[in-house]
């Protein structure tokens, strides 16, 4: 069993900044794939954002690319999702998805609001 806790979501205004971050219960070595999704208004199904392999390199939604980052970081086990520029289109709940022993797991999701 996984568990995922996220943090750093707020209230933010067009052109700032925010970095969200997913606490993992479990070494993150034993992770064989890290990923943020987020679900806007008004939408059922969550989107990718970013996502990383074990050992591999980040992917990003083409919405994101150039204005998000995803990182981890071992000693604190988090994986982290700096988030720049941030526009009103990414108003969305925020959730940490991590595969372990082919199961998915998921946080609770954490609110971004971009707004002036």
């Known amino acids: 069993q996984v568990q995922l806790v996220e943090s750093g979501g707020g209230l933010v205004q067009p052109g700032g900044s925010l970095r969200l971050s997913c606490t993992v219960s479990?070494?993150?070595?034993?992770?064989?794939?890290m990923g943020w999704y987020r679900r806007t208004p008004g939408k059922s199904a969550r989107e990718l954002v970013a996502s990383i392999f074990s050992g591999g390199q980040p992917n990003y939604a083409d919405s994101v690319k150039g204005r998000f980052t995803i990182s981890t970081d071992d000693r604190e086990n988090t994986i982290n999702l700096q988030m720049s520029n941030l526009k009103p289109e990414d108003t969305a709940v925020y959730y940490c998805?991590?595969?372990?022993?082919?199961?998915?797991?998921w946080g609770q999701g954490t609110l971004v609001s971009v707004s002036p």
């Open positions: 479990i070494n993150m070595f034993s992770l064989e794939y």
């Open positions: 998805n991590v595969l372990y022993r082919r199961t998915n797991y």
